[in-house]
């Protein structure tokens, strides 16, 4: 174990979140009802270099204009600063309940997800997250191959059509859910054949992953981080 926290290695992430589902090409490592304090480490090998953050500050710059008062002007150093160090990674991590996120960067900050939340970005380093509730629900996503593809990440309140981007996207649902009249089991990855469109039903408030095979769409996830913050589904917090 102690090895491992100082070599990048998936095993780490394997290991401190207690299940990991494999099928169609998608590794997904998850909690649910995972205790109040239960931490997850992940050091997973950096993300490939060229997929860059290009257009980062033009990004930031662009939302705070258009949010003057809003959270991320407020937090503008700060996520600044994050962004300087935070990588698109291969995987996704989708938030079910309250977690706190600690890396070696940003320093002296905490990030917190609340249920609802997403990254598809990770930190360099080992990266801890805690439970902050009982029952926490918490999952993180992709390739086995380590592809960095797009992925998009979809929200029902209740029943709603959706179409899927293509052949191939595999989905990864926070809740049991059914896509037509297939049930789409938390967690496990479900394999789309065919881009109509089709009604998914659901129980709970859910968030699906829909793991593509395009391009990394780099300035829209970031666009989607700071969306987040906005809506307090992010924060960012002393440690």
Known sequence: MYQLAETQDS?????????????????????????????????DPDPV???MLTTQNDIISGHIKKHKKGKVAGYEKIIREAGQTYQVHHRTVMFGS????????PANHSIIYHNGAHTHFRFPGLNRITSLDEGGLIACSGWEDMNATNRKVHF?????SFTPV???????AMHDCFYHNVQVKQHFPFYVDST???????TKPTVILEITQDYPDVAEFTQQWLNQIEKGLIEIVNR
Do not use: M, P
């Open 196 to 202: 109509e469109t089709v009604q998914i039903s659901v």
């Open 156 to 160: 029902f309140e209740e029943n709603e």
């Open 11 to 43: 095993r780490i992430a394997h290991y401190t979140f207690g299940k990991s589902i494999a099928s169609n090409g998608v590794t997904v490592f998850g909690c649910d009802k995972a205790r109040k304090g239960k931490k997850v480490f992940g050091n």
């Open 98 to 105: 309250t977690w706190k996120s600690d890396s070696l960067k």
């Open 166 to 172: 293509g052949i191939g996207s595999i989905l990864v």
């Open 49 to 51: 270099k060229e997929i």
